[in-house]
């Protein structure tokens, strides 16, 4: 297991399963600037490394993650560089920056999605603010019956961030995310279950080991096929039919030169299990 500077995070692969864990349990696992940053950072790096098949996200202690740290946003904290203020670390923003005004808090929820892996979601407790972003992106989530989502941004004087309003209509009915994302209401498992904001309602305590064994049936898939077919249905989102059409033509191709087409055709043939590579 690695742990980030600090030890914000936690990450650790088994055998192909790479898991994240937000490791600011005496706060509830915020987020702030720093932990943004390696956020990025990591799925950066992730998204090359052949070792990791798929990714599950959970934290420590009693929540998933509360959100932006408050004191930090408040400017009561100086968890970014010693001495400097959350405007101040805005003056003194990086020209790159500039052009993501959100800053890697928010650039992480894009990360969650460029990957190009499989990312499942293991949820208890609170989900919330740029908590609730992360979870959100996810391909898949599992919780159990101690999770609580709220799009908790209002209720601090904020709009929403991090992707939130993007997300939320895309998972469950707009009347929700509307109600979410102006309100700040609390939505208990069951309801949020209802809503499609969680796909399956775990024995307490489990949410971890199932996502982990919904993510090992990744480890030993055609992951070029795979990463192309999870790349194409958000790829959808923003495209037409005939874009799409295009689109699978040429990733049918590209899979087409990988070891595992072949291999899963013949495997078909002859009635036998497949054994891909991965490549």
Not at 12 to 37: A, C, H, Y
Not at 115 to 124: N, T
Request: with cysteine; aromatic share 8%; proline share 6%.
């Amino acid at each position: 297991m690695t742990a980030s500077p600090a030890e914000l995070y936690l990450f650790d692969v088994q055998d192909g399963i790479g898991v994240l864990t937000f490791n600011r349990p005496d706060k509830l696992n915020p987020i702030d600037w720093q932990l943004g940053e390696q956020l990025c950072a990591l799925f950066r790096e992730l998204r090359e490394r052949d070792d990791v098949r798929a990714i599950v996200l959970t934290g420590s202690g009693r929540a998933f993650s509360a959100g932006g740290d408050a004191e930090w946003l408040s400017g009561k904290a100086e968890r970014v560089i010693p001495g400097i203020s959350p405007r101040e670390a805005e003056q003194n923003m990086p020209r790159y920056q500039r052009k993501t005004p959100a800053g890697p808090i928010a650039e992480a929820t894009h990360w969650i999605h460029a990957v190009d892996k499989p990312v499942i979601a293991a949820l208890h407790g609170p989900v919330m603010g740029a908590g609730l972003a992360y979870a959100l992106a996810c391909d898949r989530r599992f919780a159990d019956s101690t999770t609580i989502m709220c799009a908790a941004m209002v209720r601090l004087g904020f709009a929403p961030d991090c992707g939130v309003s993007w997300l939320l209509p895309r998972l469950t009915s707009l009347p929700t995310a509307l109600r979410m994302v102006t309100t700040g209401d609390i939505l208990p498992a069951d309801e949020c279950l209802k809503e499609g904001l969680i796909d399956e309602l775990v024995e307490d305590g489990k949410a971890l080991d199932k996502a982990i064994e919904y993510a090992a049936r990744f480890r030993n898939a055609p992951s070029v096929a795979v990463e192309l077919a999870r790349r194409f249905v958000y790829k959808s989102l923003d495209c037409t039919l005939e874009e799409m059409l295009d689109y699978e033509a040429v990733a049918a191709v590209l899979s087409a030169h990988t070891h595992d087409a072949p291999e899963g055709t013949a495997a078909f043939v002859q009635k036998r299990k497949p054994t891909f590579k991965g490549h």
